[in-house]
């Protein structure tokens, strides 16, 4: 029983996920102090606000926090925002540099008479009815 435990614990998914989760962690540490490091006071000294969570209203004895649900929906654009031009953005263009496409191969050859595309495999041009050489493409 044990060493199904330790198969299972040491199984290249199990090991890769919990890397991950470990990496997210800490890179979600460094997003939130971004966020409310630099891009929240440099909001703040723009609107002059810098927190909204006082804001709010009573109706019958209830009070409506909507100053919170604005910090919250602040606080996710800022984050996703720069998630998006930190990371993503950065990374696809990495990747797109890297990323050599390979040439396609040819589905269709020119025939030698009437230069129509013909299929690779034709034997003959369906539009002059050339015989097509097998070396000729």
Wanted: proline fraction near 5%; charged fraction near 20%; include cysteine.
């Amino acid at each position: 029983m044990f060493k199904e435990f330790k198969k299972f614990l040491l199984r290249g998914n199990v090991v890769d996920l919990s890397v991950g989760v470990v990496v997210g962690a800490a890179f979600g540490s460094v997003v939130s102090a971004l966020v409310s490091d630099l891009l929240t006071p440099f909001i703040s000294a723009i609107a002059r606000v810098p927190d909204f969570s006082a804001w709010a209203f009573a109706i019958n004895g209830s009070k409506f926090m909507y100053g919170h649900f604005i910090n919250a929906i602040v606080s996710f654009i800022l984050i996703s925002g720069s998630i998006f031009f930190f990371v993503v953005k950065p990374m696809n263009m990495l990747i797109s540099r890297s990323r050599k496409e390979a040439p396609l191969d040819p589905t269709t050859k020119k025939c030698p008479e009437c230069l129509a595309e013909v299929p690779i495999a034709a034997k003959r041009c369906q539009h002059c009815t050339q015989v097509i050489i097998k070396s000729e493409k």
